[in-house]
Every structure is written in structure tokens, then in C-alpha cells.
């Protein structure tokens, strides 16, 4: 029982940075950009809150620091597709591979170091309840608030004005144009809003899941991350349960090394993507739901005027 306890626990950590990025990644895409670029901005936010935290000993100054690397990554992707048309597919890609270089670079002097010994945050009382204490009140605090997180996008995308506008953006960014609102500016608000989240993903996997710095260390997660929004067919939601999904798979590769499943490591490492494969797949099978659920204008340039 301890185990599955712990195992719970392990869920939650690993799926937070899925759900926050998701969700980043969701407000870009509402807002009808793509932005492929998410496992640069976290590995950039990695270093950059790792570094912070490891000169002031702030966890929170860090997320700080790593929200605003993601921020400005992705305002610099606004503004190339935004305004000077890029193409959303490549321009994210090349992001991707800037953020992965430079991170290794900026990293390169902190490579191998690690923060002193995390706070314990366990929750007096609560914390020790049997089973349920050791598996959902011993958190970071932040992985509550990836769930806080998720139920102000809910708020936000259908309850809110901005929302609303937000979402129309994303279905028709010309007639949102035709009443008005300024479409480029609140998609490069979107997209600057969502790197920020991602940047939040990136300094908690470098500061609180494993707190030191390596080379590469989101590992990939910037892909689930996005394929989780079609899994969850861009609601916020959903994308909290995927990311808990998918964290549960890369947990349970780690269980079953544990328990000495004679399998080889290779294979048990291939567990999340092998997932996020067979996940997509399942979903592209029916291209008339995804259509009906994917925001028409995604992936497309718009020309004010044209």
C-alpha cells in the first residue's frame, strides 16, 4: 500500500510540468498559433531557473526567472510569425533547436551541480493521514497550483469576456478583426502568456523534480507537452488528466526497474513516448472529431486587411 502511495505521489511530480506546459501550449493554440518550440523554451527556463536558484536559494524567485525566459522566447516567436508571417511549423521547430544549443551552452558552467537539499512542504496533520497523506500532501506546492492553473483556463476560456475573445480569435481571427479587437496583439499576448507557462514547467523539472542541471535535462517533455493538447482536445481539463496520465507512465518504468521486471532499460525509457505514439494515432483515426474540437484558424497566418 506504501508503495502505490509513493507511486501516486511520483504521478503527480512528474505530470506537473506536463500539465503547466500543456496548458501554456493550450492558450497558444486557442488563440490559433502553434508554437513547436516548447522543448527549447523549457530547456532555457531550466537553466535559468536552476541558475537562480542556485544563487539565491529562492525556489520561487526561480519560477520567476523561468517564466519570464519562456516569455521572452516566445514573444520572440510572435513577433516572426505574427507579424512578419513566418511559418508557425518551422519557425517553431527552429526555436526548438535554439533553446536545446543555447541551453547548452549558457549551461555549460553548471553542468552537474545541484541545489542543497530541498524544503520539506508536506502539510501539517493532513501529511500524515495514512495512504492519503504521503500521496497527495507532501507536494510542492506548486503542483497544486498546476491544478489551481487549470481551473483559471477554465475560468478564463468560458467565463470570462477575454476568454471568449480569445477563443473567436481562434476560430476566425477576420472577424474578430472586423469588430475591432486587435488580433495580432492578443495572439502575441497568448503566445507570450504560454511561453511563460512553459518557462514555469522548465525551472520546476531543473529546481524541485531534480534539482541539479544536465545537458538535455526536459528530456522530450516539451513534445508530450505537446501532444497532449490534441489528446486532450484543447481543454484545460483534460490536459491535467493526460499530464497525470502520461506521468504515470514514466513513473511506472521506474516501478517495474524497482521491482527488478526483467526487461531492458532501453525499452522501459520508451514507455511515454511509445504512449504519446499510440495516443495520436488513436486520435488521428477520426479526423472528422478532431476537426470539430481543433481550433479552425490553428497553424494559419492571418493578413490584416487581406
Partial sequence: MNEFALLLAATLASGTPLAIAGLGLLLNERAGVLNLGAEGMMLVAAIAGFATAFLTGNDWIAFAAGAAAGALMAAGFGVLVIWLNTNQYATGLALSLFGGGFSAFVGAAWSGKKLDERTSHAIPYLSD????????F??????????????????????????????AIGESPESAHSLGYKVRWIRLAAVAGGGALCGVAGAFLSVVYS???????????????LALTAFATWRPARVLL??????????????????????ASQLLAMLPYLATIVVL??????????????????????????
Avoid at 211 to 225: D, F, N, S
Avoid at 242 to 263: C, D, K, P, R, S
Avoid at 290 to 297: G, K, L, Q, W
Fill in 242 to 263: 493526460g499530464a497525470y496520465l502520461f506521468g504515470g507512465v514514466t513513473m511506472l518504468q521506474f516501478q517495474l526497474q524497482g521491482e527488478g521486471v526483467e526487461i
Fill in 138 to 167: 507532501k507536494q510542492h506546492p506548486m503542483v497544486y497550483l498546476a491544478i489551481a492553473f487549470t481551473v483559471a483556463m477554465v475560468w478564463f476560456l468560458y467565463r470570462s469576456r477575454a476568454g471568449l475573445v480569445l477563443r
Fill in 129 to 136: 493521514i495514512p495512504f492519503i497523506g504521503p500521496a497527495f
Fill in 281 to 306: 494515432a488513436l486520435i488521428s483515426r477520426n479526423p472528422t472529431w478532431i476537426r470539430v474540437n481543433m481550433p479552425a484558424s490553428l497553424g494559419k497566418p492571418f493578413h490584416p486587411g487581406a
Fill in 211 to 225: 534539482p541539479m542541471w544536465v545537458e538535455g535535462l526536459v528530456a522530450g517533455r516539451g513534445w508530450i507537452a
